[in-house]
């Protein structure tokens, strides 16, 4: 028997040596195939690995793009928000009531438009049981309520005209109150300005005082050490005197 590639072969004794060579290219086959197969599983992980970081790295980009988009969905509708409370306080004006009063008039309108047509109708029905001409009726009916909207449609245009108006007259104040404003920032800049130049002017004033102070000190204690060093020199020369006649006494 021979063992080739983990199979059991029978080989007669004349075959010896094509068996051997035959499970020599046999096991160089398999050492070649197993090889390949590391080499491969190799690859499969540095595959996957590079698929995980990029996948990681993707990953990272895409949550990264979604908080900048959420950040500036977030700012886009924050400055929506801004600009629609401006337009609101600029609309309603100071008191903040325009707005709802033209809301509450339109409503007005709305419902007298509706009991217009309700009384229009039950005309219509109570003619009907009188039996009465209802189709003049309803002509000139519809001739007063085409008339009727149309006044009030002109008074709406000119009430709207009016609000332009009057919106054209809060811009203006508004651009003035800015133009103020913008005056009043540049005027306190400059005050701001005008305050630390004077601070500083002071505060060279009172450091040049001091320095002068500091001079004067030092001469005078210059003087005070001439002074002292002449009163050194008379005690010196008043104990000389003192030695001479002490001696001159004693004969010397």
Do not use: H, P
Request: hydrophobic residues 10%; contains cysteine.
């Amino acid at each position: 028997q021979c063992v080739c590639a983990f199979v059991v072969y029978r080989v007669e004794k004349n075959n010896k040596k094509q068996c051997k060579e035959g499970r020599k290219e046999r096991i160089d086959k398999m050492n070649e195939r197993e090889k390949r197969n590391e080499n491969l599983e190799e690859r499969k992980k540095k595959g996957e690995q590079g698929r995980r970081s990029q996948g990681e790295r993707e990953g990272e980009r895409e949550r990264l793009k979604r908080e900048r988009e959420r950040d500036s969905e977030g700012r886009r509708k924050r400055e929506e928000w801004e600009e629609g409370r401006k337009e609101e306080t600029v609309k309603n004006g100071e008191g903040g009531g325009r707005e709802r009063e033209r809301r509450r008039e339109r409503r007005r309108e709305k419902v007298l438009r509706i009991e217009r047509g309700r009384k229009a109708k039950s005309d219509r029905n109570k003619l009907i049981e009188r039996g009465g001409n209802t189709q003049g009726d309803r002509t000139g009916e519809r001739e007063r309520d085409r008339q009727t909207d149309r006044q009030t449609e002109k008074e709406v245009e000119r009430e709207r005209e009016r609000e332009r108006e009057r919106e054209k007259v809060r811009e203006r104040e508004g651009e003035r109150e800015r133009i103020g404003e913008r005056e009043d920032r540049q005027t306190e800049k400059k005050r701001g300005r005008e305050r630390n130049r004077k601070n500083e002017t002071k505060r060279e004033r009172v450091s040049e005082r001091e320095r002068t102070r500091e001079r004067k000190r030092e001469r005078e204690r210059w003087r005070e050490r001439g002074r002292e060093r002449e009163r050194e020199r008379e005690r010196e020369m008043e104990r000389e005197r003192e030695m001479r006649k002490l001696l001159f006494q004693n004969g010397v």
